[in-house]
């Protein structure tokens, strides 16, 4: 069963930092492409950032280039994210997935970032 577990979330001000850290088992995490997508209060699923099975290639959505850094250890099956310069707007709960996984169907139960002053 595949499981993926986030964490460190919170309530952080404008322009502050956060690390988003995902656990995952029950697959086998260090072959498979791993992405973070966020949904905000009454929008859609959207696609943060994608991070390759080796960790050597990753992409990520325009709106977040430049501030947000995804990386992963294969050894400790964990997934991160690290979250800077945050803005009003990345108010959202933030979940790691399979990106394989139609839909981003395979992710876990979130992990709350607010950002407000």
């Known amino acids: 069963e595949v499981q993926l577990v986030e964490s460190g979330g919170g309530l952080v001000q404008p322009g502050g930092s956060l690390t988003l850290s995902c656990a995952a088992s029950?697959?086998?995490?260090?072959?498979?492409?791993m992405s973070w997508v966020r949904q905000a209060p009454g929008k859609g699923l959207e696609w943060v950032s994608t991070?390759?099975?080796?960790?050597?290639?990753?992409n990520y959505a325009d709106s977040v280039k430049g501030r947000f850094t995804i990386s992963r250890d294969n050894a400790k099956n964990t997934l991160s994210l690290q979250l800077n310069s945050l803005r009003t707007e990345d108010t959202a709960t933030y979940y790691c997935?399979?990106?394989?996984?139609?839909?981003?169907?395979?992710r876990g139960q979130g992990t709350q970032v607010t950002v407000s002053s």
């Open positions: 991070i390759n099975s080796g960790g050597s290639y990753t």
């Open positions: 997935a399979r990106t394989s996984s139609p839909g981003y169907r395979d």
């Open positions: 029950g697959f086998a995490f260090s072959t498979t492409y």
